[in-house]
């Protein structure tokens, strides 16, 4: 029997009706290109090493050191799908750090000074890195350590650097009480890199560079304050870092 030519017009209108519902259905459940490629964010707060053409071995970069809150050096090696970091300071070592890198289409979070790609191709062999993001490092200092309330006593020339345990973080304050004898000699306190409190230098036959003052420590998160004493030679002094009020100096 032969059908009508309107007939099959109508079935042929109908197969591409259901055929564009479906491929619209596709697209809108379909991930976008940006979705499926992940990335490193906040690079406002942090450095962004690209390894472009004009990327070298290593790469030195500025960093916040969770530590002291100041900026820092952190030399980058990346070769291939690995990294490495070191510090870019001889006296301090790099104890951890906190990073994102990028290979393929594959963000990567992670800490440590090191880190591989987690990106692999289809055979398992982990891709180049195209991106690291640094956001912080955490230095270890080998600065001798004392607690607050104990004298610190040293004699001879040069520069004498000793970080002191007080038992709080910023803001918070402390008695910083020197005596330079009669030899001039200079006392400065630091908090997370900051010069809080500078005698400049002081000392003499007279009065023997007695002195003290109360040291307001800013908002902060250490709970170690820095201080350096600069001396002629021949020089001898001692001073106390008192602990703030309410706390109790660690054993």
């Given at each position: 029997m032969h059908q009508p030519e309107h007939t099959t017009i109508?079935?042929?209108?109908?197969?591409l009706l259901a055929l564009a519902l479906v491929l619209a259905y596709v697209i809108s459940v379909a991930p976008s290109a940006d979705a499926a490629t992940q990335?490193?964010?906040d690079h406002t707060t942090a450095t962004k090493i690209e390894v472009d053409d004009d990327f070298v071995n290593p790469t030195t970069v500025s960093v916040t050191d969770t530590r002291t809150g100041a900026m820092m050096d952190v030399l980058v090696t990346i070769t291939g799908a690995s990294f490495s970091l070191e510090s870019g300071d001889p006296d301090l070592t790099l104890d951890g750090a906190t990073w994102c890198i990028k290979s393929a289409t594959l963000a990567h979070d992670g800490t440590g000074t090191s880190g591989v790609s987690a990106s692999t191709n289809k055979q398992g062999v982990a891709q180049d890195i195209s991106?690291?993001?640094?956001?912080?490092?955490?230095?270890?200092?080998?600065?001798?350590v004392q607690n607050c309330n104990q004298s610190t006593t040293a004699g001879g020339s040069g520069v004498t650097t000793t970080v002191h345990e007080i038992g709080a973080a910023g803001p918070t304050s402390f008695l910083f009480a020197w005596e330079a004898q009669n030899v001039p000699d200079q006392f400065q306190v630091f908090y997370e890199g900051v010069l809080l409190h500078d005698t400049g230098v002081v000392g003499d036959a007279?009065?023997?560079?007695?002195?003290?003052?109360?040291?307001?420590?800013?908002?902060?998160?250490?709970?170690?304050?820095t201080v350096v004493v600069t001396g002629p030679s021949g020089t001898a002094w001692d001073?106390?870092?008192?602990?703030?009020?309410?706390?109790?100096p660690t054993p």
């Open positions: 109508r079935t042929g209108a109908g197969l990335h490193c964010t991106y690291l993001v640094l956001v912080s490092v955490t230095t270890v200092d080998p600065t001798p007279i009065n023997e560079g007695t002195g003290s003052a109360t040291v307001t420590v800013p908002a902060g998160t250490s709970t170690q304050v001073y106390v870092v008192n602990c703030p009020a309410g706390t109790v």
